[in-house]
T-cell receptor, first 118, second 114 residues
Framework: EAGVTQFPSHSVIEKGQTVTLRCDPI?????LYWYRRVMGKEIKFLLH????????ESGMPNNRFLAERTGGTYSTLKVQPAELEDSGVYFC????????????????FGEGSRLTVL | QKEVEQDPGPLSVPEGAIVSLNCTYS??????FMWYRQYSRKGPELLMY????GNKEDGRFTAQVDKSSKYISLFIRDSQPSDSATYLC??????????????FGKGTLLTVNP
């Protein structure tokens, strides 16, 4: 079974440009999450989808970030326009079942998309 | 004060040593406690999961939670070079089903030398 896949693995862009990160969750997982790790900081929650609906986007830093999940399958996270402080590793995770996923107690993380803004 | 404090290390031990990793936290609402392992350039993978206080053992790994002290630990017995990774503690509170919102420590980089 394929795990959570993320694309691109690394993106280097200029300040002011736009970048779109993509996440394909494990097939059948209703819950999809975005987390981010800025250099030197902890991994932090950004938002949570249940199927195609945003359940919680309290961690989104500002309105330059837009997340979508088409038809409850893959998700995209767009940063427009990118700023220097957006550099970091963006992790996507998924889990099965109802919101939370703690029936199994596990969020399955992808390998992350590293974003460098110059 | 950060919600979760974790010594980033690095920690270097010889093969076969017992490793102790720890986190402290300040949010008394946390009820779910996890340890994730992250290999270089990979995503975090769940290692241990504990609800509330107590101990949990899985093979060479033991997780302990002391809610009265707001302190959690992960012990690795008979450490192996393959255990070399970053270990992240994570925790969450159950509030309206929002227990997916993990709060992570910074992670401790562990190297087990052959």
């Amino acid at each position: 079974e394929a795990g959570v896949t993320q694309f691109p693995s690394h993106s280097v862009i200029e300040k002011g440009q736009t970048v779109t990160l993509r996440c394909d969750p494990i097939s059948g997982h209703d819950n999809l999450y975005w987390y981010r790790r800025v250099m030197g900081k902890e991994i932090k929650f950004l938002l949570h989808f249940v199927k195609e609906s945003k359940q919680d986007e309290s961690g989104m830093p500002n309105n330059r970030f837009l997340a979508e999940r088409t038809g409850g399958t893959y998700s995209t996270l767009k940063v427009q326009p990118a700023e220097l402080e957006d550099s970091g590793v963006y992790f996507c995770a998924s889990s099965p079942g109802l919101a939370g996923g703690y029936g199994t107690g596990e969020l399955f993380f992808g390998e992350g998309s590293r974003l460098t803004v110059l | 004060q950060k919600e979760v404090e974790q010594d980033p290390g690095p920690l270097s031990v010889p093969e076969g040593a017992i490793v102790s990793l720890n986190c402290t936290y300040s949010n008394s609402a946390f009820q779910y406690f996890m340890w994730y392992r992250q290999y270089s350039r990979k995503g975090p993978e769940l290692l241990m999961y504990t609800y509330s206080s107590g101990n949990k053992e899985d093979g060479r790994f033991t997780a302990q939670v002391d809610k009265s002290s707001k302190y959690i630990s992960l012990f690795i017995r008979d450490s192996q070079p393959s255990d070399s990774a970053t270990y992240l503690c994570a925790m969450s509170a159950r509030s309206g089903g929002s227990n997916y919102k993990l709060t992570f420590g910074k992670g401790t980089l562990l190297t087990v030398n052959p």
